[in-house]
C-alpha cells in the first residue's frame, strides 16, 4: 500500500464528507437570512418552486425539488397553515392535489428577492463563483447544468 492510497481515504479527501458538511453548512448560513421570512430552509424551496410555477401538482413539485410526495405534503401543509399556500383537489383527477400561491404567498417574494445576496455575501462569493459552484454539482444532483 502506497502512501497515495492512504491519502485516497483520507477524510479530509473525501468529496462525500465535503458535500455532506457543505450542505449542513449551507442550510445554516440559510437559516438567519430565511427566519424574518418565516421560512425554513426546505420551505424556502417549496417556494422557490412556486414562485416559478403554481398552481401546480403536488406531484409535479415533488418532482422538482426531488422529493417524494410523501415528503413534499408536510412542507406544503405547514405553508398553508402559514396562509402562504393553498391546497385543492383538481377538478380535472379528484386523486390530484394542486397547490396554489396566496396573494399572501405572492407578496413574500418581493421579500425574499434579496435572499441569494445575503447568502453570497455571507459565504464571499459573487454570482458567477456560486454558478460555477453549482454547475459543478450538478452531476452529483442528477440535474444537467442550469443555462445561462
Keep these: 500500500m502506497t502512501s497515495d492510497d492512504d491519502d485516497l481515504l483520507r477524510l479530509e479527501n473525501q468529496l462525500c ?51 417524494e410526495p410523501a415528503s413534499a405534503s408536510p412542507l406544503v401543509k405547514r405553508l398553508e397553515k402559514e396562509g402562504l399556500v393553498r391546497r385543492t383537489r383538481s377538478t380535472e383527477d379528484e386523486r390530484r392535489l394542486d397547490i396554489d400561491l396566496t396573494d399572501a404567498g405572492l407578496a413574500l417574494r418581493a421579500r425574499a428577492l434579496d435572499v441569494p445576496r445575503q447568502v453570497m455575501a455571507a459565504v464571499g462569493m459573487d454570482l458567477e463563483s456560486v454558478a460555477t459552484l453549482r454547475d459543478g454539482l450538478a452531476p452529483f444532483a442528477g440535474r444537467a447544468p442550469a443555462a445561462r
Excluded at 18 to 47: C, D
Excluded at 54 to 63: E, F, H, I, Q, V
Design 17 to 67: 464528507f465535503a458535500m455532506v458538511t457543505a450542505a449542513r453548512n449551507v442550510v445554516a448560513i440559510y437559516r438567519p437570512i430565511l427566519e424574518p421570512l418565516g421560512l425554513t430552509h426546505p420551505q424556502y424551496l417549496v417556494m422557490l418552486a412556486l414562485w416559478e410555477r403554481a398552481p401546480r401538482s403536488l406531484n409535479d413539485l415533488a418532482t422538482d425539488l426531488a422529493l
